[in-house]
């Protein structure tokens, strides 16, 4: 149960249900924010080259743990990059050996990394009938790629084309819409089974489309899914905060060097880790429902994947915040979601 004096928060230790890590010097400059945060993270498997078969998950685990700073529990929860020549054996094993938790599909094209994805999910029904079989959830970009379809319908496009006749195929399968931003994704969430569920990222509940184009164009406010309309974002905002299990914390958090963002071809992504939960908890308390925080970071999430719930807590203090403009090491620079705000929550410690 939360504790809320109006000065401090305190709540069961959190997991993030969607992180990107990535490799080398940004990892070793990114793990550790998400450590400080979570004591669990499902890891993106869409490194260069993606992250296939069991032997490279298994190494990038212990790269991953190598960088996290000694003292801090962190449990990195591995994922598969399912492509349209996966071996289904390989998922199998990698999930009975206890190193793949999930898999990742995402629609060729559709993302940062995902040229090698899936060209068509007929392709996977194999892999998915397995997966079924053994009760392993799959991670779901959800949008087409289709040059036809406008950017900003691609998510209920992917749902009516893609999810729901995946989901006729295979009633049974464990699915996670990732990083939801439409009133359709909400819906078709909250009305389907008990196996589907979604995740909700802290910066697709901040700000809607408009964000990016303040004054001129904000490549920092520029991720996958795109941000869409106002009521996309208030649909958001309810689901996140009504205590329905279904709806969890993912961040998405997705660091790309300053360069790489400020292009003339940007990539797509937000850096949110460093102000994760003060960013979910300023949307809570917005909404009056600070006491629903604990259930959508700490509970549904592990409840959905059938892992105990974390021991500890973290603790969020009210005082002035305010988020640097950069994160770096070396020549290495990152620009975090809301650098140079002044947020009203501080993350404190994880007890
Ligand atoms: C992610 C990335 O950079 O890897 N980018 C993003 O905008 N979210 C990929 C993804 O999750 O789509
Ligand atoms: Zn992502």
Known sequence: MSTAVSDRLTFRCPDDWHVHLRDGDTLALVARQTARQFARAIVMPNLAPPVTNVAAARAYRQRILDSVPVGLAFTPLMTAYLTDR???????RGHAEGVFTACKLYPAGATTNAAAGVTDVRHIDGVLERMQAIGMPLLVHGEVVDDDVDVFDREAVFIE???APMLARFPELKV??????TREAVDFVAGSGPGVAATITAHHLAFNRNAMFVGGIRPHYYCLPVAKREHHRRALRAAATSGNPKFFLGTDTAPHAVSDKENSCGC???FSAPVALESYATTFEE???LE?????ASEYGPRFYGLPLN?????LIRRPNVVPEVIEAGSLRIRPFRAGETMTWAFEERG
């Open 86 to 92: 996966i071996d289904p054996e390989e998922i199998v």
């Open 161 to 163: 084309k893609v999810l």
């Open 176 to 181: 996670v819409l990732e990083h939801i931003t």
């Open 268 to 270: 797509a992504g937000i």
């Open 287 to 289: 909404e009056q429902a």
């Open 292 to 296: 629903r925080l604990e259930g959508f």
């Open 311 to 315: 021991e500890g807590t973290v603790t």
